[in-house]
Structure formats: C-alpha cells, structure tokens
C-alpha cells in the first residue's frame, strides 16, 4: 500500500522513496538477519524493475543510521550500512570444492513438498537413480501417485502425502510417520502484477506455499526431526534480480534464502537455490511466449537443460553455502 501510493502520488513523481530495513540482508557469515524484514527486499527489488530510480533500499544493522545521507549519495539502488561501511550486493562465481560429503544416502528419506511440479519430479527421479535414494514422501496438493507408481518401478519406496503445506496437522504427519532426514521444499505458485496492481490477495496466493510453507517446516523439522542432513530450498533469481511482474514472488523467495542464511548461522543444515530459467517447460512457465523468452536470453538469461540442472543441484549440496544461485549466464549479454 505504501508504495502503490507513493507511485500514484503526482506530488512524489521526481522523488525517491527510501525504504530502510534492519538486518534485512546478510552481509558476512556470521549475520543473523531478520526474517520479518527479509521479504521487503525482494519485493522493492522487483519495484525498482518497474520504477527506475524511484526507490531506494538500505539496511542498518540498528546501531548507526547516521550514514543514510552518505548511503544515498552513492548513487547505489540497494545498499547496507554495517559500522559506517556501504556494502553493495554483486554476484561472484561459486567455484565449488566438493569438499562436503553428499548429503544424500540409499538410507535416507527424502520429503519433498510440491512433489508434482516439473522440477520436483525431476529431482525425485534423480535422487533414486544418481543417489540410489530407496525412501521418499511426496507431499502434494495434487495426487501423485502416478509419480509414486513410476518411482515405485524404478525401486523406490514412494510414499504420497495428499495435502497441503502450510497445514500443521499435514506436515506433521508427514514427518512423524515417517524417518525423514532431508526436507526439498518446492511447493509454489505463481500470480504475476506489477507493484502497480498487486493486491493483498495476490500477495497472500504467492507468498502461501512459498514463505508459509517454508517456515512451518522451519519450524516442525527444529521440533520434530532436529538431526536433518539437509534442508533444501527451491528458491528463484527473481529474489536477487528483482523482475517487472515479479513482486510478490521475488518476496517470497528472498524469505528463502534468508531463511537459509538464518538456518545456516544457528548451525542447521539449509541451502536455498535461486534457480534461473530452466529449458523444461513448467506449469509456472508454460505461458512464456518465444518473445519472453527471446528477451530474457538478450538480458543474459538463458535456459538450462535437466542435465545441467541435475548438476548444478548436485554440486550445490555439497558446497557448504547456504545460498547459491545455479543460473546460465551470458556476462556479454549483460555487459551490453
């Protein structure tokens, strides 16, 4: 509400709206952010997309808001001021070691949440054949037998949860009859806007299976099966890059990954991975049209196909990170 109005204001139409947040973002390893701050960050990143210099980010860490000014006049859209220091968020490539031993055993038993989607079968699929992984629960709003049935034939015990995963009774259920040792939270939905347009209950249909979700298992994994081996995220580069149309699900998704860092810094298993564009086409991708598509790869974006993906997937579980974003790059194409 507050920004829609600012931007329907004729009277703030040459200014900016500075939005300052505290502990909203992670600027070293040993930073305990804020989840309640966290999803301003991704939704003002999209709005910034839509609204060039008309909105400003910047996070404290409580302590010192005497810099603001000095913040500002760096020109920088996104910036946090920790001990008098503007830090600004770059992208650096991951090199991973594969020093962390594969966190997936034939004796694990793996929970994935969205368990139909397109890559949540993908995955499945993968960590029967790569990793030999013999238990699963598919966790689903829709049924998913015939994904049970095809990893069933592939010599899997595939176990269906019908439900959905902000229901407590549901994922409790799922995790106390059953051995769980690693969580794969995919479970989204997609309602494109501009900030323009976005209502409350857009907002609440995205940030739903997503944010709600992830934070129940949050929640019920610490209580219930405390000694996870891994707690995976499935979040997007929207969080990062911000994306016309994309508030509510840039929001969303930066919870994730501050979620994971949050997990990371109280020494539990997390890892959040801000997917790029897949070349497998998805219920949430499948209204792309070729001139989506054709300007996202002239932006440096392009599709990655299963394989990559699979091991992109693969390597980031054993970096140690807790957020990583496994994306096809063109860096020409950006400098451009």
Known sequence: ?????????KRFADSRLVLLTRDAVVTSPED??????????????????????????????????SSIQGALSTGEPQLAVRGGRFLAPRLAR???????????????????????????????????????????VLLSRRPADDLATTLTDLGANATVVTGDVTDP????????????????????????????????????????????????????????????????LFSSAAAAFGGPGQAAYAAANTFLD??????????????????????????????????????????GVSGLSAAEGLALFDAACESGEAHLLPIRLDVAALRR
Do not use: C, Y
Not at 1 to 9: F, I, K, Q, S, Y
């Open 169 to 232: 009774d549901t994922v409790t259920r799922a995790l106390t009859e059953h051995p769980v040792t690693a969580v794969i939270h995919t479970a989204a939905t997609l309602h494109d806007a501009t900030i323009d347009n976005l209502t409350a209950d857009q907002l609440d249909t995205v940030l739903n299976p997503k944010l709600d979700g992830a934070l129940l298992l949050h929640q019920l994994t610490t209580q219930l099966t405390p000694d996870l081996d891994a707690f995976i």
């Open 258 to 299: 501050t979620l994971a860092h949050h997990r990371h810094t109280n020494g539990q298993p997390a890892l959040s991975l801000g997917w790029g564009l897949w070349e497998d086409r998805s219920n949430m991708t499948s209204n792309l049209t070729d001139t989506d598509l054709h300007r996202m790869t002239r932006h």
């Open 32 to 65: 305990t952010p804020d989840l309640e701050h966290a999803s301003i960050w991704g939704l003002i990143r999209s709005a910034q997309a839509e609204h060039p210099d008309r909105f400003v980010l910047i996070d404290t860490d409580g302590q010192d808001t």
């Open 1 to 9: 509400e507050l920004v829609r109005g600012w931007l329907a204001d």
């Open 94 to 136: 991951a090199v991973p070691t594969g020093a962390a031993a594969s966190v997936f055993r034939p004796d694990s038993t793996v929970l994935i949440t969205g368990a139909t989607g397109t890559l949540a079968t993908r995955i499945a699929h993968h960590l029967v054949t790569h990793h030999q992984v013999h238990n699963l």
